[in-house]
């Protein structure tokens, strides 16, 4: 199954790395660099999934998570972070968040969460 993912992320490198690992899986693929556009591009966009980075400049990623959940954007979000401290994984699950994968985040695992987001598949 493919789908429409929004790539969320400061980092040009992180964004071009995962667009290429989704794109060669078949799945259309838009990408911002910050937490406004975030929220702006599901509300206009409505992505099937979200991969949304923690550390932003403008708006973090976890409040990015908390006021789409408020607004009612439904789309599933896999948080990719290097803070990999089981306290954050649980704030951002917590929070709404379909999945918590590391950062750099390998292509077979980045590939495997959206795959099975996409599919309902279990967390």
Known sequence: MTGKILIVDDSAYARRVHRAVLERAGHKVLEVSTGTSAIETCMLEQP?????????????????????????ITAPVIVVSADVQRSTEHSVMA?????????????????????????????
């Open 48 to 72: 099937d999934v979200v991969i949304l980075d923690l550390s932003m400049e403008d708006i973090g990623g976890l409040q990015v998570l908390q006021t789409l959940r408020a607004m009612n």
């Open 95 to 123: 929070a709404g968040a379909a999945r918590f994968v590391g950062k750099p985040a390998q292509a077979d695992v980045l590939l495997s969460a959206v795959n099975q987001t996409l599919t309902g598949g279990v967390r």
